[in-house]
């Protein structure tokens, strides 16, 4: 059981360049999300899904876009790179969105240049 | 908008010696969760609580919830060094329960 994957692990991008992170989970999960981790400011969520076709917005939206057409995967989009989106990205997925645990992702640690 | 912050930041502690990380919120929360993340890894869910002034227990681990459902707390007895990480709790904020909002994190360094 693989849980929930995250691709790539690590990716030095260029300002202004853009690029897709991705996330799978294999649990059939309704509820999945992306969060930003920086240091001192704990996990920031970005956007998250209640279900495939079904996205909303977090605390940290703006230069990232996502979407889900399916259950299983929710890929997270940065259209232009810039410097201020350095972070480590956490993708997590939970069975229901109101009172289940969130299993989370490897990772993908992103430098911009 | 609806902050969940944590204190403290940073602990460093013996082995042997107690610690505790307190949660709160600026709005009364559905639940609250509590996750570890060891260093260079990702967080990892401990467990939930759901009532006022519940107290659950995992063994030298004590969670609670405080009894306006807008604090929390997680007490660590005797700490060993497998403790190393930083602790969050996370909640959902009545209203918007479909919304999991991070605390900031304390990270706890033990060491013999």
């Known amino acids: 059981n693989a849980g929930v994957t995250q691709t790539p692990k690590f990716q030095v991008l260029k300002t202004g360049q853009s690029m897709t992170l991705q996330c799978a989970q294999d649990m059939n999960h309704e509820y999945m999300s992306w969060y930003r981790q920086d240091p001192g400011m704990g996990l920031r969520l970005i956007h998250y899904?209640?279900?495939?076709?079904?996205?909303d917005q977090g605390e940290v939206p703006n230069g990232y876009n996502v979407s889900r057409s399916t259950t299983e995967d929710f890929p997270l989009r940065l259209l232009s790179a810039a410097p201020s989106q350095t972070s480590v990205y956490f993708c997590a997925s939970s069975y229901s969105p109101s009172n289940t645990e969130a299993f989370f992702g490897q990772g993908t640690r992103l430098t911009v240049v | 908008g609806q902050q969940v912050m944590q204190i403290p930041q940073y602990q460093h502690v013996q082995e042997g010696e107690d610690f505790t990380t307190y949660c709160n919120s600026s709005t009364t929360l559905s639940n609250i969760q509590w996750y570890k993340q060891r260093p260079g890894g990702h967080p990892v869910f401990l467990i939930q609580l759901v009532k006022s002034g519940e107290v659950k227990k995992q063994k030298r681990l004590t969670f609670q919830f405080g009894e306006a459902k807008k604090n929390s707390s997680l007490h660590i007895t005797a700490t060993q060094t497998t403790d190393v990480g930083t602790y969050f709790c996370?909640?959902?904020?009545?209203?918007?329960?479909?919304?999991?909002?991070f605390g900031t994190g304390t990270r706890l360094q033990v060491t013999l």
């Open positions: 996370a909640g959902r904020h009545t209203g918007t329960a479909s919304k999991l909002t």
């Open positions: 899904s209640v279900g495939a076709g079904i996205t």
